[in-house]
């Protein structure tokens, strides 16, 4: 009896190393921006499991409390969506959001399954490169059960990617002769995170800061429409459902935030909230690798990933230029 009375004590207490853990990383994510709160709290759960300190009912505690908490994230992700914020960038920009993601998503699978790459590592390479980096795959990921090792790799691989595009795409832009509006366009477009496409855009100047985080709002907005394409596809198979629940909460949320004037203080509560649970499922996945597994990194996931990269930069500057 006393052991089924403390069971849900003991469930609340495996939420916290996770949580605790994405406190310190959004806090160090402030000092080394270029890798981001998700991916920091990744590692610290990597460097945890690696070191031996941590017990196998530790290891059991945390793999339901890791998919709580990167579904809660994925649904509270929907209030940073106000719908007429996106219609702000005009049907141009919405044309450029929706054919850059459709071309990268799809062409990053044709070409990850012809490389004969595990078809859930594909799918995430191609939703985290063509829609909104860390937080798609994390998403992602539930809805194709992908293994913790494929997670890890690919969120490695658009962070070291779009970390790569931060420099690239102003410079280019610059050689290019772009406008500010084209350049932050091209940013947003086409550069995987999100505070990757903000260091970016504030290299461009400008008003360049809110116009990319605008196109890239729009980008995050076809994470729904993605996560059910990526669900029919894996249950053909018989490996998932079409439509998870929690992506029909991040739907329910997004048009709650557009048609609710939601305080500030409750939509940077929420803000911050998001990434506190998103990072707290990271290091979740994280306590599940062996870094052994990770490294070497496979030749042919580089070359999907640096393909991807083209994909959407390619794809985003050719509609600009066309439409802009």
Known sequence: MLVTLMAPVARGRAYLPPLAAAVLAMLLSDVVPMLGALLLALLFGAVLANSGWVSSEFLADQAAVTKGLLRAGVVLLGLRLPFQEIARVGVTGVLVVVVTVSVTYFLTRWFGTRMGLDAGLVT?????FSICGAAAIAAVSDVVRARQRDVALAVAMVTVFGGLMIGFVPWAAALLGLTDVQSAVWAGASIHEVAQVAAAASLIGGNAVAFAMLIKLGRVAMLAPVSWLAGRAHAASGTSPMVPGFILGFAVMAAIRTMAPLPVAVLDLADTATTVLLAGGMFGLGVGLRLRDL?????????????STAIALGTSLALILILF
């Open 124 to 128: 995430l390479l191609a939703a985290g």
């Open 295 to 307: 490294w070497p990194v496979p030749p042919r996931v580089l070359c999907l990933a640096a393909a």
